[in-house]
């Protein structure tokens, strides 16, 4: 990881966004620190302190796809944003992804060339898993 520019990103590694993300970011030439949130987990603190640096709440960054989000009752309006959280620290798959973060801000990277507004240097070209070719 640089000290210069540090870059951290909440990584799962069996998403295709994911890895897409991480692989940008690494053909800009940085080494981030990069975490699966899976295995560490997530703190209330932590996931607090990433949604105000994003300007979100809980059920902006809530991935229900291939998650237990429905079978918790988490996508009813109804429930409250603590609950959300609660759940998230619970079950950290809950937590959409990646997220990254840099000197440039904090954003959940969906899509994932996202990650590309949060770098000072960018590759000069890219190809994602689609085969798509991004040229930023």
């Known amino acids: 990881?640089?000290?210069?520019?540090?870059i951290t990103i909440?990584?799962?590694?069996?998403c295709g966004t994911s890895r897409n993300a991480l692989a940008m970011i690494e053909a800009a030439g940085y080494v981030p620190n990069v975490i699966d949130y899976r295995d560490v987990g997530w703190t209330r603190?932590?996931?607090e302190r990433l949604l105000s640096d994003m300007g979100a709440a809980p059920r902006d960054v809530l991935r229900e796809k291939g998650t237990a989000a429905a079978e918790l009752g988490l996508l009813d309006e109804a429930v409250p944003e603590d609950?959300?959280?609660?759940?998230?620290v619970e079950h950290p798959i809950l937590v959409n992804r990646?997220?990254?973060v840099t000197p440039k801000g904090t954003k959940l990277c969906r899509p994932s060339e996202m990650a590309l507004t949060l770098l000072e240097r960018l590759p000069d070209h890219f190809t994602k898993e689609d085969g798509e070719?991004?040229?930023?």
């Open 1 to 6: 990881m640089s000290d210069v520019f540090p």
């Open 10 to 14: 909440y990584h799962n590694p069996d």
């Open 45 to 47: 603190p932590l996931l």
């Open 83 to 88: 609950e959300i959280l609660a759940a998230m």
């Open 98 to 100: 990646p997220i990254v």
């Open 133 to 136: 070719v991004m040229r930023p």
